[in-house]
């Protein structure tokens, strides 16, 4: 008897030291990417060839610009605890990681439950509803118009259903007048990206088929993201398993620290 009391602390130290270690390479690699997003979003801020004013143009990028640095940042701090707590063995250090994950996990958790009470609103008829009403053309200034305008080029598509959409798009009637049936963004481009050229935007913009892309987006982003939706569920399933691991590794260490 006397002698398993020793043995025992043994093991429970042996055991801490594994998940010590464990804890620290896991959160080596998170502060790695936390740090490379944070520079990456600090370059195109600062970057003096031009990049900045591209940026600066564009809502949209300008917005990607700044979730990027607050994931980068976010990252960059939830990785530093982990390591600092872990190789320190500091108490304020573990509970300060463990309550950030645990705030990153119940965020993660609240986008999953509103995602499923709204996932009606990712219906055909809710996006085809919202473009004839918001969709205001080649308004880059207009986050909607700039948004679906970036979706059109990238897929190669037009409108939800396709080009007869913007028959109904009162705002982009208006706007538009009798200058064209559909958008420049609908356009065939060669190749189709924004930098690709134009293969004829007179006629395309009246409409013939030869120079439209005539498939809706819905379709074409449904048939796109099909095969990576159990790719995204699996992924999402180890980042929530890696999150409670982490948290338990965490806690296991504050109780062991003497």
Not at 7 to 25: P, T
Not at 142 to 148: C, E, I, M, Y
Request: hydrophobic share 50%.
């Amino acid at each position: 008897m006397p002698e398993e009391l020793p043995r025992r602390r043994a093991m429970e130290g042996d055991c801490l030291s594994c998940m010590k270690y464990l804890m620290f390479v896991l959160n080596f690699f998170i502060f790695l990417g936390g740090a490379c997003l944070l520079g990456l979003g600090i370059w195109v801020m600062v970057d003096p060839t031009g990049f900045r004013e591209i940026v600066a143009a564009k809502p949209l990028l300008f917005t990607g610009v700044y979730v990027l640095l607050a994931m980068g940042g976010l990252l960059f701090l939830h990785g530093f605890l982990g390591c600092c707590g872990a190789v320190r063995e500091n108490k304020c250090l573990l509970l300060l990681f463990f309550l950030l994950t645990l705030l990153i996990f119940l965020a993660e958790l609240s986008a999953a439950i509103l995602a499923f009470i709204f996932r009606e609103n990712l219906t055909r008829e809710f996006f085809t509803k919202e473009l004839t009403k918001r969709y205001q053309g080649d308004n880059d200034t207009d986050v909607f118009s700039a948004t679906w305008n970036s979706v059109m080029i990238t897929f190669g598509c037009c409108g939800v259903n396709g080009p007869e959409d913007f028959k109904l798009a009162s705002v982009f009637r208006l706007l538009t007048l009798d200058s064209g049936e559909v958008p420049e963004a609908c356009c065939r481009r060669e190749p189709q990206s924004r930098e690709g050229v134009l293969l004829s935007r007179e006629e395309c913009l009246q409409g013939k088929g030869l120079f439209l892309n005539k498939q809706g987006c819905y379709t074409v982003i449904l048939n796109t993201f099909e095969n990576y939706v159990y790719l995204a569920g699996a992924l999402g399933i180890g980042v929530v398993a890696i999150e409670l691991f982490a948290m338990i590794f965490a806690m296991c260490l504050f109780r062991g620290i003497q």
